[in-house]
């Protein structure tokens, strides 16, 4: 008795983990085949806009350096007029827009053209907040490729119109990104879909009028 139960526990464990990495596979295939073709890796292709959204990371890191630079490229070449940058700033010392501000004008861009979200803590928030805070219709997503697939299905649900182009990656960095990425693309569709997650923080209401900030052609 002892152990037909203990081969009967072992087999549904198989199962459990079998649907696990069913679902998983799925998850990712479903994120990736409904925004790939939305992301652009050259600059010559990517269409113009009047917002790129630049995501925060890890200040000081290659990941956020890249997509600083990403979006000053987007803006030198007319792609985009304004730049809108969200990072997390839940404590006095840590503060992702702040920096991605100074780094971009250090790269030239007119302090008029950005933006500072400081409740961006993670890509929900970002999302969410552009489309109901500062009042974006459309943008260009700024981050790395790995990471710009879920983004656009957030922005799917949110009713945000999106396009992503992709920051630089050294190669050496790709892999230890993938099992992350994939967990998180995997509770991507739950937090979306079952249990309608929010941003923490929707208000207030501050749009953004180009009218009276951009200065760029």
Same mark, same amino acid.
């Given at each position: 008795?002892?152990?037909?139960?203990?081969?009967?526990? $072992?087999?549904?464990?198989?199962?459990?983990?079998?649907?696990?990495?069913?679902?998983?596979?799925?998850?990712?295939? %479903? @994120?990736?085949?409904? @925004? =790939?073709?939305?992301? %652009? &890796? /050259?600059?010559?292709?990517?269409?113009?806009?009047?917002?790129?959204?630049?995501? *925060?990371? +890890?200040? *000081?890191? &290659?990941?956020? /350096?890249?997509?600083? #630079?990403?979006?000053?490229?987007?803006? $030198?070449?007319?792609?985009? +007029? =304004?730049?809108?940058?969200?990072?997390?700033? =839940?404590?006095? &010392?840590? #503060?992702?827009?702040?920096?991605? $501000?100074? *780094?971009?004008?250090?790269?030239?861009?007119?302090? $008029? #053209?950005?933006?500072?979200?400081?409740?961006?803590?993670? &890509?929900? #928030? @970002?999302?969410a907040r552009a489309k109901l805070v500062f009042d974006l219709e459309s943008c260009i997503i700024v981050s790395q490729k790995y990471h710009s697939y879920r983004a656009l299905l957030i922005a799917d649900s949110y009713e945000l119109d999106a396009i992503a182009y992709s920051a630089k990656l050294p190669p050496w960095q790709r892999k230890r990104n993938a099992i992350r990425e994939s967990l998180a693309r995997s509770w991507n569709p739950i937090e979306l879909y079952i249990l309608n997650r929010q941003a923490k923080f929707t208000g207030p209401y501050e749009p953004i009028l180009l009218s009276t900030n951009s200065s760029h052609p």
């Open positions: 008795m002892k152990k037909q139960f203990k081969r009967l526990f $072992k087999k549904r464990i198989i199962q459990c983990l079998a649907c696990v990495f069913v679902y998983m596979f799925l998850a990712n295939a %479903y @994120t990736i085949f409904r @925004t =790939h073709y939305r992301v %652009y &890796t /050259e600059l010559e292709e990517v269409p113009q806009a009047e917002f790129a959204l630049l995501f *925060g990371c +890890k200040p *000081g890191s &290659t990941y956020l /350096e890249a997509r600083i #630079d990403a979006a000053a490229e987007l803006y $030198k070449a007319g792609k985009v +007029k =304004h730049i809108l940058v969200s990072g997390d700033n =839940h404590i006095v &010392t840590y #503060d992702e827009a702040s920096v991605m $501000k100074a *780094g971009l004008i250090l790269r030239g861009i007119p302090e $008029k #053209d950005i933006s500072c979200d400081y409740a961006g803590f993670r &890509t929900l #928030d @970002t999302i």
